[in-house]
């Protein structure tokens, strides 16, 4: 299923299996049956209809919601190998830790709010009629050491629009991989048929912004004093890539 489709529901059963699914970042089967109180022919039919239409997937009796992110990516800088993926419900814990080790040296507002969010849903993907988000990670040695974020607003008239933010562990900085990440999420967005993507960054957070600016970003506008940082009033760039 293509993150940008509205999920549509001909059942009330087969709406309430995909929200507690969608809710939960994963449930199992057993867990969801006892949950709908419907007789286990009827579950078996209407989610087999969620997975034929694409909606939900399966993988050893759990489910989760099932979006077309791509492959897993491999590469290699200098002595570290580093892989790049679509981010899954047991990354939950190492994509809270990254977020938090860059937002700890550096002020990125917008990423700290999406870190709480995560931490107040208790789950990495969503995707409803009011909200959609992707994550990709990068991992090295198995360990998530980045993330790129792609929150997908569902109003119509700013479908085409998403907003991006992306960061690196101190630890793995300098072998490319926050530019890899970058890619990959303007990749999907530019290929799901996005015309827009944005970043809002701190005036302070002179590396955000060269960065995004060595890849293309551009300034659109500036907010000014629109963050209090330490006391002070602090602008915000609003920073634009353009397809």
């Given at each position: ?8 529901f ?9 929200e507690?699914?969608e809710?939960h970042?994963?449930?199992?089967r ?11 022919e009827?579950?078996?039919a ?18 989760r ?23 899954r419900q047991?990354d939950f814990?190492?994509?809270?830790d ?11 507002v917008?990423a ?20 959609s ?9 198995g ?6 974020h ?8 700013i479908?085409e629009t998403?907003?991006?933010t992306?960061g ?6 300098g072998?490319?991989?926050?530019g ?7 990749d ?19 590396h955000?912004?060269s ?12 907010r ?9 009033y ?6 634009a890539?353009?397809?």
């Amino acid at each position: 299923m293509e993150t940008i489709e509205r999920p549509t529901f001909e059942s009330e059963a087969r709406k309430r299996m995909y929200e507690y699914v969608e809710r939960h970042g994963t449930a199992k089967r057993h867990v969801l049956l006892d949950v709908l109180s419907v007789s286990s022919e009827e579950f078996r039919a209407e989610l087999d209809l969620l997975k034929s239409k694409g909606y939900l997937e399966e993988e050893g009796g759990t489910l989760r919601v099932a979006l077309d992110a791509g492959s897993v990516e491999e590469y290699e800088a200098g002595d570290v190998e580093f892989t790049i993926r679509p981010a899954r419900q047991d990354d939950f814990e190492g994509l809270v830790d990254a977020i938090r080790d860059v937002t700890a040296e550096e002020t990125y507002v917008v990423a700290e709010s999406i870190a709480e969010q995560l931490l107040y849903e208790d789950t990495v993907t969503r995707h409803n009629t009011v909200e959609s988000r992707l994550f990709f990670v990068a991992t090295v040695d198995g360990e998530v050491t980045g993330w790129t974020h792609l929150d997908l607003p569902q109003v119509r008239r700013i479908r085409e629009t998403a907003q991006q933010t992306v960061g690196v562990e101190s630890a793995h900085r300098g072998y490319g991989i926050g530019g890899k990440l970058l890619q990959r999420g303007l990749d999907w967005a530019e290929a799901n048929g996005y015309r827009k993507v944005y970043n809002s960054i701190p005036v302070t957070n002179e590396h955000a912004i060269s960065f995004l600016s060595a890849h293309g970003w551009n300034t659109e506008a500036i907010r000014e004093e629109h963050y209090t940082i330490d006391g002070e009033y602090v602008d915000e760039v609003m920073m634009a890539y353009t397809f």
